[in-house]
C-alpha cells in the first residue's frame, strides 16, 4: 500500500489524529483576515460587470498584427471612453478580439466600426447590442438563483440531518462566496453569466465535501450520550481526520483540470468566458475545501457543545478520564506499600524464642496466601511471646533433630 494510503488508513483508525477542531480559533482567525481583505476590495475597488449585466455594446473582429493598446487607443480617439478589450485566441491563431463598450447609439456605432476597419486593418465579425434593461433581467435572476439555491439548501440539511448542521453549512457557503468575490475584485476579472453559472458550480461542490463529513460526524456521535467515552467535538474531530484523505484526494483530481483550463486555456489562448469560468471555480474548489475542513465541522462542534446534554457529557468525559488517573496513582501506592509491609513481616519463632528456618516452605507454598492477601489480625502467640502480632495463620516449623525428638506430648523425661 502507498504512504499515503498508509496515513490514510491510520487517520480512519484513529491511530494518528490532527485536532482540527480543538484549534478552532487559529482557523476563525485566518478566515476572518481572508474575508477582511476581500470585503475591502469589494467596497474599494468593486466588480467589474461584463456588458450582459450593465449593457452596452460588443465589438468582435479579427486583427493579426495589432496589440491590446493600439485597439484601446483607437476606440478612445473614435470618442468611445472606458472601453474593455480582451484577447480571445493567441499563439495557435489570428488575433481575435473582444471590445466591449457603453451603450452607443447608431452614429457612435458606426464611428467605432470605421475606425477599427481603417486604421488597425480589422475584420468586423460581428456587433452585440445589449440594452441596460436586459441586463438588469439577467442580474436579477441570477441574485434570484443564488438565493433559491441557498434556501434549498438549509432545507434539505435540516430535513436530512438537523438544524445546526444547516448553519454550519450556510456559514461555510458564504464563506466561499465571499472569497470568490473578493479574488474577482482584486484580479479585476470580469464577472460574467459564465461566472455566475461557475459559482453556483463551486457551491455545490463544497456543499457536496461539507455534507461527506457532516454523515461521518452524525455516525460517530450516534449513542454517543449514553456512555462517557468521548465528547462531542472529539467525535466530530474523528470523523473529520477519518474523511480528510478523500476530500485532499477528489479536491486535487478537481482541480488539474480546472488549473489547465486556467493558466493554459486563459493565459496561452486568452480565453474569455472560458477564464471567466476557470477562475471562480479553482478559486471556489480551493475554498470549498478548506471551509469543509476548517470552517464547517468547528462551527458545528462549537453548536452542539452549548447543548446542555453535551455540556453533561463532557463533564462525564472529564470525570472518567481524571478517575482513571486517580485510580492508576492509587494502584500504585497500594503496591508499593504492600511489598514494603511483607519485606518488613517478621520471621517465624520457636518455642524458645529462637527464629527458625521453615524447611516446610516448600511443600506450602503452593496453599500459601500471595503477601498482599496476609492478615493483620492479632492472634495468639507461641510460649515466650505473649501478645505477639503475626500475619496470618502461622507455619510451624518441622524439627528435623534435637533431644526431644519422640518426646510424649505433655510428659518430661526422667533422669
Given at each position: 500500500?502507498?504512504?499515503?494510503?498508509?496515513?490514510?488508513?491510520?487517520?480512519y483508525r484513529g491511530e494518528v489524529s490532527y485536532n482540527f477542531?480543538?484549534?478552532?480559533?487559529?482557523?476563525?482567525?485566518?478566515?476572518?483576515?481572508?474575508?477582511?481583505?476581500?470585503i475591502v476590495a469589494l467596497f474599494v475597488r468593486g466588480l467589474d460587470f461584463s456588458v450582459d449585466f450593465k449593457g452596452g455594446a460588443v465589438f468582435q473582429f479579427t486583427a493579426p498584427s495589432v496589440t491590446?493598446?493600439?485597439?484601446e487607443n483607437t476606440v478612445t480617439h473614435a470618442g468611445v471612453d472606458g472601453a474593455v478589450v480582451?484577447?480571445?485566441?493567441?499563439?495557435?491563431?489570428?488575433?481575435?478580439?473582444?471590445?466591449q463598450t457603453r451603450s452607443l447609439t447608431n452614429a457612435?456605432?458606426?464611428?467605432?466600426?470605421?475606425?477599427?476597419?481603417?486604421?488597425?486593418?480589422?475584420?468586423?465579425?460581428?456587433?452585440?447590442?445589449?440594452?441596460?434593461?436586459?441586463?438588469?433581467?439577467?442580474?436579477?435572476?441570477?441574485?434570484?438563483?443564488?438565493?433559491?439555491?441557498?434556501?434549498?439548501?438549509?432545507?434539505?440539511l435540516s430535513i436530512a440531518f438537523e438544524w445546526k448542521m444547516a448553519v454550519a453549512a450556510f456559514v461555510a457557503l458564504i464563506h466561499?462566496?465571499?472569497?470568490?468575490?473578493?479574488?474577482y475584485a482584486l484580479t479585476g476579472f470580469q464577472v460574467s453569466p459564465a461566472t455566475v453559472i461557475g459559482l453556483l458550480t463551486i457551491l455545490g461542490y463544497s456543499l457536496y465535501d461539507t455534507v461527506v463529513v457532516f454523515d461521518k460526524v452524525r455516525e460517530n456521535?450516534?449513542?454517543?450520550?449514553?456512555?462517557?467515552?468521548?465528547?462531542?467535538?472529539?467525535?466530530?474531530?474523528?470523523?473529520?481526520?477519518?474523511?480528510?484523505?478523500?476530500?485532499?484526494?477528489?479536491?486535487?483530481?478537481?482541480?488539474?483540470?480546472v488549473a489547465a483550463i486556467l493558466f493554459v486555456g486563459g493565459g496561452l489562448l486568452g480565453a474569455g468566458e472560458l477564464k471567466d469560468l476557470a477562475l471562480v471555480l479553482f478559486v471556489g474548489m480551493l475554498s470549498g475545501t478548506y471551509s469543509s475542513i476548517f470552517i464547517a465541522t468547528p462551527?458545528?462542534?462549537d453548536l452542539k457543545e452549548r447543548e446542555p446534554q453535551y455540556q453533561a457529557l463532557a463533564k462525564r468525559v472529564s470525570v472518567r478520564a481524571s478517575g482513571g488517573r486517580a485510580a492508576k496513582r492509587s494502584a500504585a501506592k497500594a503496591g508499593s506499600r504492600s511489598v514494603t509491609a511483607a519485606a518488613q513481616a517478621p520471621l517465624p519463632e520457636d518455642d524458645t524464642g529462637d527464629v527458625e528456618a521453615d524447611t516446610d516452605f516448600e511443600d506450602d507454598a503452593a496453599a500459601a496466601p500471595p503477601a498482599s492477601a496476609l492478615s493483620t489480625t492479632r492472634v495468639p502467640a507461641a510460649r515466650g511471646t505473649p501478645g505477639t502480632a503475626r500475619p496470618g495463620p502461622r507455619q510451624q516449623p518441622r524439627r528435623t533433630g534435637g533431644s526431644t525428638r519422640g518426646r510424649p506430648a505433655g510428659k518430661k523425661k526422667r533422669r
Open positions: 500500500m502507498s504512504r499515503l494510503g498508509n496515513i490514510g488508513g491510520r487517520l477542531v480543538g484549534r478552532q480559533r487559529r482557523w476563525y482567525a485566518i478566515s476572518g483576515a481572508i474575508l477582511l481583505i476581500s491590446q493598446s493600439q485597439v480582451q484577447q480571445l485566441t493567441g499563439r495557435l491563431g489570428n488575433k481575435s478580439w473582444n471590445v457612435e456605432t458606426n464611428t467605432v466600426e470605421n475606425a477599427l476597419t481603417s486604421q488597425l486593418h480589422a475584420k468586423i465579425t460581428g456587433t452585440t447590442f445589449v440594452g441596460p434593461s436586459w441586463g438588469g433581467q439577467i442580474t436579477s435572476k441570477a441574485v434570484q438563483a443564488l438565493i433559491t439555491f441557498m434556501i434549498v439548501i438549509v432545507l434539505y466561499d462566496l465571499v472569497i470568490a468575490t473578493g479574488v456521535t450516534a449513542g454517543l450520550l449514553g456512555g462517557a467515552r468521548s465528547t462531542y467535538s472529539e467525535a466530530a474531530n474523528l470523523a473529520l481526520n477519518q474523511t480528510l484523505v478523500r476530500s485532499i484526494n477528489t479536491s486535487l483530481i478537481a482541480l488539474l483540470p462551527v458545528l462542534a
